[in-house]
């Protein structure tokens, strides 16, 4: 058995090389010579995975240490029996503290209040639905908007219109797909108040970079067109810019590689099922004060320096996230 992994998935070195042969490669340097004879793949989104680097090969499972899945053509794969399997819901409490960041960020310099803001949430999956409970919690008025759910569930969900036109802030936690691809445009931008916050932990492709560029709101973003070559104006424009960090805490890296291994365990029958890196203290959700938070997340995430350093480095981008240093989810 082969497995080809990226060398950039954390805690997964050793685990499974006494029962495979592993093999680990730059996340955007996998080739079809890599993917020959290899029965299984664990990437992260820097994998594109498709006919150009799967056509031919051995390959039966794609793990992905992420929760999306753009960077995989899921088509091609069902086609050709190759198993996708996501990370999904691993690192839903690493990206809400960092919006709770932002919306700290934002009471500290804009003089936000949670009584007077309208938090509109895009996408009420894992990470959106998390955001909203935290967010009902410290005092906010908060509109959801989720096509999908809401066609299946019904329930208080609002158009997308109403919540681009009613809200303060609209934080984006959706996937990336031909509906979503580039939701935010000038339209939707003109919809919005021309001082309201516009929130991207998503996918860049979801927001129109161009549409950004000209748009009078507050942007605070994690996930940009074209990474790792994003655009230096926006960059500059950001009041909150990182380098696709938001959902990078120890105990969400820890889940999506204890979630990759598992799907190894079940499909070639390792005995590796439960592994959970040791390393790692697994996090307990708890309820948490909008004061406490507000005094104590920048001990955790500190928007300001990450946004800095990056604006001073653009360059590396790339660098900054692969070497972004852990942080420890603590609600």
Known sequence: MKVVIDKAIPYINGILEPYAEVVYLDGGAFTRRDTADADMLIIRTRTRCDEALLGGSAVKMIATATIGFDHIDTRYCASHGIEVVTAEGCNAAGVLQWVAGVLALTAHECGM?????????????????????????????????????????????????????????????TPLDSSTRHMID?????????????VNASRG????????????????????????????????????????????????????????????????????????????????????????????????CDLAAQSAELKSRPEAFEALRNGYAYREEYF
Request: hydrophobic share 45%; with cysteine; charged share 25%.
């Open 205 to 300: 492709e979801v927001a129109s970079t161009r549409a950004l560029l000209d748009a009078p709101q507050r942007l605070c973003l994690d996930v940009w067109e074209h990474e790792p070559d994003i655009d230096r104006r926006l960059l500059a424009k950001a009041a909150v810019a990182t380098p696709h960090i938001a959902g990078y805490s120890a105990q969400g890296k820890a889940n999506a590689t204890a979630a990759v291994i598992a799907a190894a365990a079940r499909r070639f029958g390792l005995p590796v099922a439960g592994w959970y890196p040791p390393q790692v203290r697994p996090a307990v959700r708890r309820a948490i004060s909008w004061e406490e938070m507000c005094a104590t997340v920048r001990d955790y």
């Open 186 to 198: 000038d339209r939707t931008i003109r919809l919005m108040r021309p001082d309201a916050t516009i």
């Open 113 to 173: 209040r949670p009584a007077d803001t309208t938090l509109g949430i895009v996408g009420v999956g894992h990470v959106g639905s998390l955001v909203e409970r935290y967010a009902r919690s410290w005092g906010f008025r908060v509109l959801r908007c989720d096509p999908p759910r809401a066609a299946r569930e019904g329930g208080n969900f609002v158009a997308a219109e109403k919540l681009f036109t009613e809200s303060d802030i609209i934080t984006l936690h």
